[in-house]
């Protein structure tokens, strides 16, 4: 699976829009990008994911670039309640046993 | 409906010792995976079970051992407890499990070990 990289942390403030960044250049044609999140003292929840064309549901919208390098979650309204980690993920739909490949992820905190 | 759900959600031993912790899938779905998150890192897959058969296991000693029931349910044990086995266990369950195609997979709340 390709390697993602995305910022430690980063703090947004209520009612704003919050975009979390996600590296991801190795990543492979057939491979998606899926973002996932953990609330504190939660399991993952998911959030979205897209192969090539953006893509938007009632959480959030995601932004892949034209050359799939790089993609960018988009929370259109932060809540206190968005205050968690994200995890960008890269991985084939034919994974291993359906594995998800979790990196550090950025704690995102939302502030009043 | 209800979600995954896992037991027990708290749950404390000694080094040595072995334990085994138990999830029950959201119904209808068939493949169960488990995820181990030690604080401060994200989770590290363990195993993946589809139709009661392993379809994935992560780099984790044999120590750690599944299996999946016949109304697919599942069970994680871990023989021979080290400090370091000390994190939440995550159970996930989706869909299918079969190749060409993702699912999305719905997360418990996990069972947090503690290995004295």
């Known amino acids: 699976d390709a390697k993602t990289t995305q910022p430690p942390s980063m703090d947004c403030a209520e009612g704003r829009a919050a975009n979390l960044p996600c590296n991801h250049s190795?990543?492979?044609?057939?491979?998606?990008v899926y973002w996932y999140r953990q609330i504190h003292s939660q399991g993952p929840q998911y959030i979205i994911h897209?192969?090539?064309n953006n893509e938007t549901n009632e959480m959030a919208s995601l932004i892949i670039t034209e050359d799939r390098k790089s993609s960018t979650l988009i929370l259109p309204h932060a809540t206190l309640r968005d205050t968690a980690v994200y995890y960008c993920?890269?991985?084939?739909?034919?994974?291993?046993?359906?594995?998800?490949?979790f990196g550090g992820g950025t704690r995102v905190l939302v502030k009043p | 409906d209800a979600g995954v759900t896992q037991s027990p959600t708290h749950l404390i031993k000694t080094r040595g010792q072995h334990v085994t912790l138990r999830c029950s899938p959201i119904?209808?779905?068939?493949?169960v995976s488990w995820y181990q998150q030690v604080l401060g890192q994200g989770p590290q897959f363990i195993f993946q079970?589809?139709?009661?058969?392993?379809?994935g296991r992560g780099n984790f000693p044999d120590r750690f051992s599944a299996r999946q029931f016949p109304n697919y349910s599942s069970e994680l044990n871990v023989n021979a407890l080290l400090l370091g086995d000390s994190a939440l266990y995550l159970c996930?369950?989706?869909?299918?499990?079969?190749?060409?195609?993702?699912?999305?997979?719905?997360f418990g709340p996990g069972t947090r070990l503690t290995v004295l």
């Open positions: 996930a369950s989706s869909a299918t499990g079969t190749s060409g195609s993702y699912n999305e997979q719905f």
């Open positions: 190795t990543i492979s044609g057939n491979e998606y």
């Open positions: 897209g192969l090539k």
């Open positions: 993920i890269v991985t084939p739909p034919v994974a291993a046993g359906n594995k998800l490949t």
């Open positions: 119904s209808g779905h068939k493949s």
């Open positions: 079970y589809y139709e009661k058969e392993e379809r």
